[in-house]
């Protein structure tokens, strides 16, 4: 049973456009989302989160939307860099178990 | 400071080995949990330990074990390899392990140990 989903396994933009990655989720005991970017051979860092409580997080060129009644969440990032091309990874906590997404391929072209 | 610190980085087993890997955490940090990372399948959770207790266990067959000594450092061991056990295993700590007023908690992960089973 996938409770977090992630149904695009690639996107490509433009440097300077915005990148807008989308997470959906099934479990409603969620309290935090996060997100997470990964380059090759390295592990995953941090990058945002937000409460379940909140419908928006911003943190420099990043942004994070959740929408509780549709359980779904975005990430958005302006301008997209090609620096920013990475695998994105969404995740959610319940208690202290981080549930992960499949992840999405970045990829900004300059 | 250091970063969280997993050995080894690469090696290659044969089906019905075993292996054993390990992960030093960020000094201070109490709590590790462990993650496969398979192509599509994102990260899968296999257990988290705190203050030398398992706190967290997921969907893995016995196969699949660790523990966590006094100084938090933590192996997992996978016995009886299968092709399928191949895959990049993922260490990380935090603090703590659950969120707090200040906000959620946050995984710190190692570069992984890329296992590949022959």
């Known amino acids: 049973d996938q409770q977090v989903k992630q149904n695009s396994p690639s996107l490509s933009v433009q440097e300077g456009r915005i990148s807008i990655l989308n997470c959906d989720y099934t479990n409603s005991m969620f309290d935090y989302f996060l997100w997470y970017k990964k380059y090759p051979a390295e592990g995953p860092t941090f990058l945002i989160s937000i409460s379940s409580i909140k419908d928006k997080n911003e943190d420099g060129r990043f942004t994070v939307f959740l929408n509780k009644s549709a359980k779904h969440l975005s990430l958005h990032i302006v301008p997209s860099q090609p620096g920013d091309s990475a695998v994105y990874f969404c995740a959610a906590t319940s208690g202290s178990r981080l549930t992960f997404g499949e992840g999405t391929q970045l990829t900004v072209n300059p | ?118």
């Open chain 2, 1 to 118: 400071k250091a970063g969280v610190t997993q050995t080894p980085r690469y090696l290659i087993k044969t089906r019905g080995q075993q292996v054993t890997l390990s992960c030093s955490p960020i000094s201070g940090h109490r709590s590790v949990s462990w993650y496969q990372q398979t192509p599509g399948q994102g990260l899968q959770f296999l257990f988290e330990y705190f203050s030398e207790t398992q706190r967290n266990k997921g969907n893995f067959p016995g196969r699949f074990s660790g523990r966590q000594f006094s100084n938090s450092r933590s192996e997992m061991n996978v016995s009886t390899l299968e092709l399928g056990d191949s895959a990049l295993y993922l260490c990380a700590s935090s603090l703590r392990t659950l969120p707090s007023r200040s906000g959620a908690n946050v995984l710190t992960f190692g570069a992984g140990s890329r296992l590949t089973v022959l």
